[in-house]
């Protein structure tokens, strides 16, 4: 290498435990910024082995070459903790200490509990509101904001393309509570109800220029899509918005200057709904497409792009931000941690899950467009079972078309009842939510199929949730790789154990070392011997 940027004294040597999160915050406590690396060459205490020639210290003054004890210096390495990953903007807008969330799993999976805990310790958590009432969302949001006034936490805002009201009523409630940040995901459109959340908060100072007190953090795995969320509100919506009183003029004039996202989750192959693309090839995608759109707006906040799906190691995380995230998103790893809304039965089949244990399976909610949800399959036949109903449901236009012995083998071993029966159920959940689709059913037979059929999928992930051991093997356990990940690196580990995850704990585990990884990959590339 040879590298020499001049001449250093005084200098401490380190030697060893210089890599833990403990060290390196005492020394970013004390204000120091960075190491120096030395070249030993010429010392006459060192061993001129390569490996041993380039040594890490602390302290020192520059000096001329000729001043007595004087080494070359090579490198300074900034001194990087979790503290200082990602972006600072992000830390300061959300009032988190870390550029880390947990991202949102639906059916209250990520709990109250665990967003509580992850925004006390400085991380921030999205309650998962998908699938739950109004009502408890609301309850939940009281909750949240007793214990942590100030943030940081997020509340999902899951798109439902069948179900408008119900993202409007979840708006109105947001508006209502001052939620002053959500997740938004599931989108295909932008719709009214999100424009009117974020335009209502627009605000202007010198500082900032427009900004929106209302932040939305999209989260999406197309290109299209993040480019709605990059874009400002659709005039033609905001006209509306005022029109009804729902914006002021104000709010409307500025609506053209800022994006509907402050932030973009660009969502790689992942637990839950996927599109399964690789989070290496879909950043580049990502980071490029928002600053050709920030360019074209010429907006003057940055709009942020974070990294989810597949991250549950400290490698994943300090790849993501190498490659220049502002913050990154962890989902399936906080699943099998203590605070997580579902059963002990579920959290100890993920701390046995391997990244091989998982595939893909029809979804629910979007069941009739072939939509796809990443899943365990070992443990659970649920993968095949919801597959069978996906073909059943390509091949045949009505319920009277089904071979008798595929609609005996549904009734006997998916059902456990008759298919009328079934239908009944149907009607009855329907008749709360949703009636129109009632009314549709009648004349639509193939739709009433998708409806029943549907039955199965929705309550698989309930029998899930509430640990029904009697179907067990009927299980819909949301889960992506990087479950297995997690589970290889913490094996010889306290964590090996559900029992010994803690949301928390698991995110310093991964920040701290994220950090560390980092600051080791820079002494690695000036040859410093570490190990
Ligand atoms: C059990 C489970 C449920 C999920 N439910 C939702 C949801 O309701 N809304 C949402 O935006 N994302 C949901 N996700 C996605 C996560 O928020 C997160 O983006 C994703 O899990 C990150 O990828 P990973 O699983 O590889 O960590 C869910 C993920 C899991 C594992």
């Known amino acids: 290498m040879d590298i020499n940027i001049g001449y250093i004294k005084n200098y401490e040597l380190l030697e060893d435990e210089i890599f833990t999160a403990q060290f390196l915050s005492s020394l ?7 190491l120096a690396i030395i070249d030993t060459k010429n010392s006459e205490t060192k061993d001129s082995s390569l490996e041993n020639r380039y040594k890490l210290a602390i302290g020192g003054e520059l000096c001329s070459k000729d001043e007595k004890g004087c080494q070359p210096l090579c490198y300074y390495v900034p001194i990087i903790t979790a503290k200082v990953l990602g972006s600072e903007t992000f830390r300061n807008d959300y009032k988190t200490k870390y550029a880390y969330y947990a991202g949102s799993m639906a059916k209250e999976i990520s709990s109250e509990e665990m967003v509580i805990a992850l925004g006390k310790a400085g991380y921030m958590g999205a309650y998962g509101s998908g699938g739950v009432e ?73 500082r900032l220029g427009v900004y929106s007190e209302n932040r939305v ?28 009183g729902m914006i002021t003029n104000e709010q409307a004039q500025w609506a053209q200057s800022i994006p509907i996202a402050d932030d973009i ?4 192959d992942s637990g839950g709904h996927t599109d399964g693309q690789p989070l290496v090839s879909l950043l580049p995608l990502m980071m490029s497409t928002r600053d050709e759109m920030q360019q074209k707006f010429g907006y003057r906040q940055k709009i ?49 899950t391997a990244m091989a244990d998982v595939v893909l399976a029809p979804s629910a909610d979007m069941f009739e467009s072939g939509s796809k949800v990443q899943v365990i399959k070992k443990g659970t036949m649920f993968p095949m079972n919801a597959q069978k109903l996906y073909e059943l449901y390509v091949r045949y236009a009505s319920l009277d078309d089904l071979p008798e012995k595929d609609r005996k083998a549904l009734e006997v071993r998916l059902f456990r009842q008759d298919l009328n029966t079934v239908w009944n159920l149907v009607q009855e959940y329907l008749l709360k939510v949703d009636p129109k689709q009632i009314e549709r059913a009648k004349t639509n037979a193939k739709l009433k199929m998708a409806l029943i059929f549907r039955w199965y999928l929705g309550n698989s992930s309930h029998w899930a949730i509430a640990g029904n051991e009697e179907r067990k093997m009927d299980m819909q356990i ?17 964590m090996a154990l559900w029992t010994n995850r803690r949301v928390v704990t698991v995110a310093h585990k991964i920040m701290d070392e994220a950090a560390i990884i980092m600051m080791k990959n820079q002494c690695k590339f000036m040859k410093v011997a570490l190990e």
């Open 304 to 352: 942020r792009i974070g990294a989810a799906g597949g991250i549950a190691t400290a490698i994943s995380a300090a790849g993501a931000f190498q490659m220049g995230v502002d913050y990154i998103v962890t989902g399936s790893v906080n699943q099998a941690c203590m605070e997580a809304g579902t059963s002990d039965y579920v959290k100890e089949m993920l701390a046995h």
């Open 265 to 268: 989750t660009a969502e790689a």
């Open 134 to 206: 109004l009502s408890k969302v609301e309850q939940v949001i009281d909750n949240i904001k007793r214990e942590l006034p100030e943030g940081p936490y997020l509340i999902n805002l899951l798109h439902s393309q069948n179900n408008q009201a119900r993202e409007e009523a979840l708006i109105s409630l947001f508006l209502k509570k001052g939620v002053r940040a959500i997740e938004a995901s599931a989108f295909i459109e932008i719709s009214p109800a999100i424009i009117r959340y974020r335009l209502a908060g627009l605000k202007k100072c010198d």
């Open 478 to 494: 949301w889960c992506g790789k990087s479950m297995g990940a997690f589970n290889h690196w913490v094996r010889d580990t306290e």
């Open 28 to 34: 970013e406590d004390k204000g120091v910024k960075s």
């Open 217 to 244: 953090i999209a989260k999406v795995s197309r290109e299209e899509i993040a480019k709605k969320f990059m874009s400002p509100a659709d005039p033609k919506i905001v006209t509306q918005l005022l029109s009804e």
